[in-house]
C-alpha cells in the first residue's frame, strides 16, 4: 500500500499538514479544504516547472556508485529529475484533460490528486530548475555601506539581474555590470 495514500486516509500525518480528507467533510470533490489549496498552489507552479525541465532536457547522466568507485552497477540511466517529472505525470494521468475541480470529483482522481501534489511538492524543493532570489554575502551596498544587498534573477527569459539593497531607508538598485566592480573592489580591499 502506498505510504503517503495511507497517511492521508488514516490521519497518520505531522501536525502542520492534512489529517485526512476521509473523516472529515469534503469541500472541493473528495478533498478537504487544506488538500485542495495544496493542489491549487502545486498546479499554479507546475507548467513552468515541466516546461524548464523539458528546456534543460541535455542534462549529464548521474552514476550511482553507493559511495565506492566506478563500476559498470549502479548506473542510472535518467537524472533524478526526470523521475521526479515520470512520477508527477504518472499521477497526472486519470487527470485526462480534465478540470481540476472534475478531477477530484471520483475517488480515483482525488487519490492521484493527492499524489500528485505531494511528488510535485517534492520535485519542486529537491530539483530546482531556477535560481531564486538569495542574500550576497561579504559585499556592501554601496550607498549606506551595510550588509544587506540582495541578488535577484531574471524575471523572464532574457531578462536582467537586479542587486537590491534591503535596508529600507536606502533600496539602492544596482545592475549584474555595476554589482561585479563593487564586489571586485571590496575583494581587493580584503585581499590588500
Same mark, same amino acid.
Given at each position: 500500500m502506498n505510504r503517503a495514500l495511507f497517511e492521508h486516509?488514516?490521519?497518520y500525518t505531522p501536525a502542520e499538514t492534512c489529517t485526512g480528507c476521509l473523516? *472529515?467533510? !469534503? +469541500?472541493?470533490?473528495?478533498?478537504?479544504?487544506?488538500?485542495?489549496e495544496r493542489l491549487e498552489q502545486?498546479?499554479?507552479?507546475w507548467p513552468r516547472f515541466a516546461s524548464l525541465l523539458v528546456e534543460t532536457g541535455n542534462r549529464a547522466v548521474v552514476r550511482d556508485t553507493g559511495g565506492r568507485g566506478s563500476t559498470p552497477e549502479g548506473f542510472v540511466p535518467y537524472p533524478g529529475t526526470y523521475l521526479a517529472f515520470d512520477e508527477c505525470v504518472s499521477f497526472l494521468d486519470s487527470r485526462r484533460g480534465r478540470p481540476l475541480r472534475i478531477w477530484v470529483s471520483n475517488e480515483e482522481?482525488?487519490?492521484d490528486a493527492i499524489q500528485f501534489a *505531494?511528488? !510535485? +511538492?517534492s520535485a519542486y524543493r529537491n530539483?530546482?530548475?531556477e535560481e531564486r532570489a538569495h542574500k550576497v554575502r561579504r559585499v556592501r551596498c554601496p550607498e549606506c555601506k551595510q550588509l544587506t544587498l540582495a541578488w535577484r534573477p531574471p524575471a523572464l527569459f532574457?531578462?536582467?539581474?537586479?542587486?537590491?539593497c534591503q535596508n529600507d531607508e536606502c533600496s539602492t538598485e544596482l545592475d549584474q555590470g555595476s554589482?561585479?566592480?563593487i564586489a571586485e573592489i571590496e575583494e581587493s580591499r580584503r585581499t590588500a
Amino acid at each position: 500500500m502506498n505510504r503517503a495514500l495511507f497517511e492521508h486516509e488514516h490521519g497518520y500525518t505531522p501536525a502542520e499538514t492534512c489529517t485526512g480528507c476521509l473523516p *472529515r467533510k !469534503a +469541500d472541493v470533490g473528495f478533498l478537504c479544504r487544506w488538500c485542495w489549496e495544496r493542489l491549487e498552489q502545486v498546479w499554479v507552479k507546475w507548467p513552468r516547472f515541466a516546461s524548464l525541465l523539458v528546456e534543460t532536457g541535455n542534462r549529464a547522466v548521474v552514476r550511482d556508485t553507493g559511495g565506492r568507485g566506478s563500476t559498470p552497477e549502479g548506473f542510472v540511466p535518467y537524472p533524478g529529475t526526470y523521475l521526479a517529472f515520470d512520477e508527477c505525470v504518472s499521477f497526472l494521468d486519470s487527470r485526462r484533460g480534465r478540470p481540476l475541480r472534475i478531477w477530484v470529483s471520483n475517488e480515483e482522481g482525488a487519490r492521484d490528486a493527492i499524489q500528485f501534489a *505531494r511528488a !510535485a +511538492d517534492s520535485a519542486y524543493r529537491n530539483h530546482e530548475v531556477e535560481e531564486r532570489a538569495h542574500k550576497v554575502r561579504r559585499v556592501r551596498c554601496p550607498e549606506c555601506k551595510q550588509l544587506t544587498l540582495a541578488w535577484r534573477p531574471p524575471a523572464l527569459f532574457g531578462g536582467h539581474v537586479a542587486v537590491v539593497c534591503q535596508n529600507d531607508e536606502c533600496s539602492t538598485e544596482l545592475d549584474q555590470g555595476s554589482f561585479e566592480q563593487i564586489a571586485e573592489i571590496e575583494e581587493s580591499r580584503r585581499t590588500a
